[in-house]
C-alpha cells in the first residue's frame, strides 16, 4: 500500500498506541507538521489523531499548499465536531480503519480573514462573542477531564456576558444589523453532546451557515440549548414545527443566516475563536467558503 503520513497531538494519544494502529508510519507531532511531511516525502494518505484544533493545523497545511490529500481522521479532541459531522467513530481502532479504507468525501472549508494576517482555515465552527469567551475561559485540565461539560463551566465563567452590536453582510445583501450575545458561523452543524446547532448546515452545500443567538441571561443561553436540541430533534423535520418554532421564537433569541461569504462588523472588539481555538479580538472578521476544498475519508 502507498504511503500513510499521521500527523498528531501528542498530549491526545500516545506515540504507542499510534504505532500500533499505523506500524508502518512515522508519526509527526502536530506542531511540527512543516517540517515533518517535507521529510517523509511522498504520501497518499494523511491521517490526523488529536482534537479539532490538530485538524486544523493540518488542513491549514493543505490549503497553503494546494494539496488535495485524502485524509483519515482518529478523533481524539473534546469537541470532534468534524468528525462526528461526518460519522467517524470515536473508537480508536474503529477510525483507524475507516481513515484508510472509508469512502472519499469532499467536503467544504471555511476561510476567516482578519486584518492583515494570513487567512485560517477551518472545517467546523467559528464563533464571536460568549462562543469565543467560552473557550478562551475553558480549563484545559478540566476540558481532558470531563470533557464538552467543561465548555459549559468555561461559559459561567466567562460571565457576566454582554450583548454585543454586529453588522452581518451576507453575500451581495445590505447589511444586517444585530444585537447579540453570540454570533456563529458554520461549516458544520452539529456540537458535541448532539446539539443541533445548525440543522440545517451541510458540509458539502458550499454554504457557510450563521446562527444568531441574543438570549439575555445565562438561564436563556441554557433555555436556548434546550431549544435546539429538543425542538430541532423533534419538531424540525416537520415544515409545520419549523413555522411554529419561528413564530414563537421568543425575542428573536435565535436567527439563521447562510451565504458564501459572510463579513462580520463590530462597534467594539469582541473575542473570534476558530474552530474551539481562541483567534483574539477583533472588530471585523471575513468568511468565506471553500466548496468541497478537502477530501476525507469517512
Ligand atoms: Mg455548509
Known amino acids: 500500500m502507498s504511503q500513510v503520513a499521521v500527523v498528531y497531538n501528542p498530549k491526545k494519544i500516545s506515540l504507542e498506541k499510534l504505532t500500533s494502529l499505523f506500524p508502518e ?5 502536530a506542531k511540527d507538521v512543516r517540517k515533518g511531511l517535507v521529510e517523509l516525502g ?44 461526518l460519522g467517524i467513530s470515536l473508537d480508536m481502532d474503529q477510525a483507524a480503519k475507516t481513515a484508510i479504507d472509508g469512502n472519499l468525501k469532499q467536503i467544504d472549508i471555511g476561510k ?15 464563533g464571536l462573542g460568549l462562543d ?16 464538552w461539560v467543561a465548555y459549559i463551566e468555561g461559559g459561567i465563567r466567562a460571565l457576566p456576558a454582554r450583548f454585543q452590536k454586529f453588522n452581518i ?20 452543524g452539529t456540537l458535541p453532546g448532539r446539539v443541533e446547532l445548525i440543522p440545517d448546515a ?12 441574543g438570549p439575555r441571561w445565562i438561564w436563556n443561553w441554557i433555555d436556548v440549548l434546550g431549544r435546539i436540541t429538543w425542538q430541532n430533534r423533534f419538531v ?5 414545527g419549523r413555522k411554529l418554532m419561528d413564530a414563537t421564537a421568543d425575542l428573536k433569541s435565535l436567527e439563521y443566516l447562510r451565504g458564501r461569504k459572510i463579513k462580520v462588523e463590530s462597534e467594539s472588539e469582541s473575542t473570534l475563536q476558530i474552530d474551539g481555538d481562541p483567534i ?12 468541497k476544498a478537502l477530501v476525507v475519508s469517512c
Open 112 to 126: 476567516a480573514k482578519v486584518r492583515s494576517r494570513s487567512p485560517i482555515f477551518f472545517t467546523g465552527i467559528a
Open 25 to 29: 508510519s512515522k508519526p509527526v507531532i
Open 202 to 213: 451541510e458540509v458539502d452545500d458550499g454554504n457557510l451557515d450563521v446562527a444568531v443567538m
Open 169 to 188: 453582510t451576507v453575500d451581495n445583501q445590505q447589511p444586517r444589523r444585530v444585537k447579540v450575545l453570540t454570533l456563529m458561523i458554520a461549516n458544520t
Open 280 to 291: 483574539g479580538p477583533v472588530k471585523e472578521v471575513s468568511l468565506e467558503v471553500i466548496p
Open 42 to 85: 511522498d504520501f497518499s494518505r494523511l491521517v490526523v489523531a488529536g482534537g479539532d484544533g490538530t485538524l486544523r493545523i493540518v488542513v491549514q497545511y493543505l490549503m497553503e499548499n494546494h494539496l488535495k490529500t485524502p485524509i483519515g481522521i482518529i478523533p481524539v479532541g473534546t469537541g470532534n465536531i468534524l468528525a462526528r459531522n
Open 236 to 240: 424540525r423535520p416537520l415544515v409545520l
Open 132 to 147: 469565543a469567551k467560552i473557550m478562551e475561559k475553558t480549563d484545559n485540565r478540566l476540558k481532558k477531564r470531563i470533557g
